[in-house]
């Protein structure tokens, strides 16, 4: 016990406090988590509003308290016409994302706003160029209570003496501010086409617990800049029988020195289209970096159920590599819920779940 009290120490002073290369979670069903796939997308669907709602849930067999990340969003949408009466699409959200370390109650928080403005290209109403800015504030903090030094044990049985090690606030926000554009277009009623690109953390800022040191020329650094993280993804559905789409996409993204590719297909099934009754079927796979190169380092399963405007749905990430394989094979689970107001079934804007 008191070794691996010793280690959890190690880890959560050496990589948490100190200067590490910090990563956003971001969500397998990144379609189903919009606001954080591109801000341009703030805006992008068929309706007059959209609540989101999405939980991840990552390595529940290995510790006792897995990693969770919580993201709430809702979003409205406005029509006006231009110049040729064809109708501009005006876009505003609001975004909630926690995410929480749950061995140290480390948490990083943030609450967003967004903007957007989609231009219609042709008089066919048929095409889209959207350009969508978020503005938020980032709140992290860490409880010291949970955390163990050596000088803490009393060299019998626990660590139950008072640490001299000098410790910085466990509280601070920061700024943030990302940038989108995206490009739907629609050549017939069967197939619709979609691009986009965003950078989050335009501004990379110091999320350092040591960032305003109360020594002075500290032996550490007091600088660990949020690296930007670069999104982009190209997606299309086609409908291949009255009942039946086909959902084929790419997602990338990289941070730092850390980068992904996920492709993959979902398949829509409609039950009865006077309801907007619908399955949702997929499989993904996610190239990831490793120490061996890049490599297949997940497979995703996911599968929904569409009804009145709600789709919900689940996935699941089974782990594949050599790593993982020898942690039991631990998984991550995940669920969404996105619910669309007033469905108009008329804009090409909007990538499907």
Request: glycine share 8%; proline share 4%.
């Amino acid at each position: 016990m008191i070794r691996r009290k010793v280690i959890l120490t190690i880890i959560s002073v050496s990589f948490i406090i100190f200067s590490i290369n910090a990563q956003d979670a971001v969500f397998s069903q990144f379609y189903a988590a919009p606001l954080s796939l591109n801000p341009a997308l703030t805006g992008s669907f068929d309706g007059t509003y959209r609540v989101s709602a999405n939980y991840r849930d990552q390595w529940r067999s290995v510790i006792n308290d897995p990693l969770s990340t919580y993201a709430a969003s809702g979003e409205v949408q406005f029509q006006r016409l231009n110049a040729n009466n064809n109708p501009d699409l005006i876009g505003a959200g609001l975004l909630f994302y926690s995410d929480r370390v749950g061995t140290f109650d480390l948490n990083t928080t943030q609450i967003s706003l967004f903007g957007s403005f989609h231009k219609a290209l042709s008089k066919k109403n048929n095409s889209y160029l959207g350009a969508g800015l978020q503005i938020g504030i980032q709140q992290r903090n860490i409880n010291y209570e949970d955390l163990q030094f050596g000088d803490e044990f009393n060299g019998l049985d626990s660590y139950s003496l008072a640490t001299k090690e000098n410790l910085p606030a466990n509280n601070f926000g920061v700024g943030d501010i990302s940038l989108g554009i995206h490009y739907a277009v629609s050549p017939n009623k069967d197939t619709r086409l979609f691009a986009g690109v965003a950078v989050f953390h335009l501004t990379s800022p110091n999320i350092s617990y040591y960032r305003k040191p109360d020594i002075p020329n500290p032996p550490f650094e007091t600088e660990n800049k949020l690296e930007r993280r670069f999104t982009a993804y190209i997606s299309s559905s086609f409908t291949m029988t009255p009942a039946i789409k086909i959902l084929p996409r790419i997602f990338y993204t990289k941070q730092g020195a850390h980068q992904t590719v996920s492709l993959g297909s979902n398949l829509r099934y409609e039950l009865l289209k006077s309801e907007n009754r619908a399955f949702h079927f997929g499989t993904w796979g996610r190239l990831a970096d490793s120490v061996d190169g890049k490599g297949l380092e997940s497979l995703i399963l996911m599968t929904g159920i569409e009804f009145n405007g709600l789709v919900i749905g689940l996935s699941y990430d089974m782990n594949i590599s050599d790593l993982i394989n020898e942690n039991q094979g631990q998984g991550t689970f995940e669920l969404s819920l996105n619910y669309t107001g007033l469905h108009e079934n008329t804009s090409y804007v909007c990538p499907e779940f």
